[in-house]
C-alpha cells in the first residue's frame, strides 16, 4: 500500500469466503456557492434502501470532505490492526453509521437502527476505505465512479 502500511499474508485464509462482491458509486453533487457533497451508494441496500456500509463512507459527520480525508486513515489504521490480529472488536464511527471490526469480519451497523447491518470482510472494507479516500482526494468530478469491492 502506497502509505507504508502492510497487509499480513496471512489475511486471505481468516476472509469470510461467504461476502458476496459489492459495487459502491461515488458521486459528487453541487451545493450552494461552490461546495459539493460527496455521496456513496451500493448495489446492495436493504429493503428500505439503505447500505451501512456506503453510509458510514459517506456519513462525513457535517464537517465536509477534507476532514473525512484525514479521518479515513484513523479507519485504515483499525482496519489494518484487526487484520494483523489485534483483538477486538474495533470500532470506527461517525455521527449516524459504525463498523466493528474483529479480525478479518467488519459489521457497518446503524446508530439508531441495529437491525441495518453489512457484513463484509476487513479486507473488502480497507479497499472501500481506500477507493473512498482517493475519490475524495481527487476533488469533485462530473461523473460518478463505480468500484468493485471484492468480499
Not at 101 to 125: K, R
Amino acid at each position: 500500500m502506497s502509505d507504508g502500511l502492510e497487509v499480513p499474508d496471512d489475511w486471505a485464509a481468516k476472509s469470510n469466503s461467504n461476502t458476496q462482491n459489492m459495487k459502491l458509486t461515488f458521486s459528487s453533487y453541487p451545493l450552494a456557492e461552490g461546495h459539493y457533497v460527496a455521496t456513496c451508494l451500493s448495489d446492495r441496500p436493504d429493503p428500505r434502501g439503505v447500505n451501512p456500509l456506503a453510509r458510514v463512507l459517506d456519513d462525513d459527520g457535517g464537517l465536509g470532505s477534507n476532514h473525512a480525508i484525514a479521518w479515513i486513515d484513523e479507519g485504515k489504521m483499525l482496519a489494518l490492526d484487526a487484520i494483523r490480529g489485534v483483538p477486538g472488536p474495533l470500532r470506527w464511527a461517525r455521527e449516524y453509521f459504525f463498523v466493528e471490526m474483529d479480525g478479518n469480519q467488519t459489521v457497518a451497523t446503524s446508530e439508531d437502527d441495529p437491525s441495518c447491518t453489512e457484513v463484509v470482510s476487513t479486507e473488502a472494507f480497507l479497499s472501500a476505505l481506500e477507493a473512498w479516500q482517493a475519490f475524495l482526494v481527487a476533488g469533485p468530478c462530473v461523473e460518478p465512479t463505480t468500484v468493485e469491492i471484492v468480499g
